[in-house]
């Protein structure tokens, strides 16, 4: 099972890479969870364009939660979420994920949130969690491993969804495809670097 945050969820929607993501992890949208608020988080009832800007990413968004699979807290220890809602830089969101995660070996962690993945080094379920949490840009590694045109066309049209990705794949000019794969994976190795054994790696890395 993989359990995607808001983050994520809204960059996604944004660059209209659902799909791509998808088959590059190998997965259908009944294998992916979210977080119960993320629905009303993402797309708030007064105006469901606050966060997603415009109509194409909220109806994207949208139809994504409807076939994706909601996080019951019901199957995960009160303590354990408040112990993790407790860290600093760890929202209540993330503590869900994570607490989830560590109490279900099957599943990984999509973030993008690289705070609270160092934040994460420093709580009780670390050791539980070694490999099976997931940066934003390994998505975008894994997505580009055989092409990187489709994905950067996409990324370049909504240069301000993400500002280490605009970077990456070029915000003035289109980047190379050697250049993207390099940029990726320096972000990718600053933050194993940073936070152990936590982030998860391709099967050969």
Not at 27 to 50: D, E, F, G, I
Request: contains cysteine; glycine residues 6%; charged residues 25%.
């Amino acid at each position: 099972m993989i359990l995607f945050d808001n983050d994520v969820l809204l960059k996604l929607a944004t660059y209209d890479l659902i799909d791509e993501a998808l088959d590059a992890l190998k997965v259908a949208p009944s294998q992916v969870s979210v977080l119960a608020t993320a629905k009303y988080s993402l797309l708030p009832a007064k105006n469901r364009l606050l966060r997603c800007k415009d109509e194409q990413t909220a109806d994207r968004l949208e139809a994504f939660l409807k076939a994706c699979v909601i996080i019951s807290q019901d199957k995960i220890a009160p303590e354990l979420v408040d112990g993790l809602a407790g860290i600093q830089s760890l929202d209540s969101g993330e503590a869900v994920l994570f607490a989830y995660a560590a109490t279900h070996a099957d599943s990984l962690v999509v973030t993008g949130d690289k705070r609270a993945i160092s934040a994460l080094m420093k709580s009780e379920v670390a050791d539980k969690l070694q490999g099976r949490v997931m940066a934003l840009e390994s998505v975008f590694q894994v997505m580009t491993a055989q092409e990187v045109e489709p994905v950067q066309a996409k990324v370049r049209a909504n240069l301000g969804a993400d500002k280490s990705l605009a970077n990456v794949f070029g915000k003035s000019y289109v980047a190379s495809a050697d250049s993207v794969r390099e940029g990726l994976k320096s972000y990718i190795n600053d933050m194993v670097n940073k936070t152990g054994g936590l982030l998860w790696k391709p099967p050969d890395g």
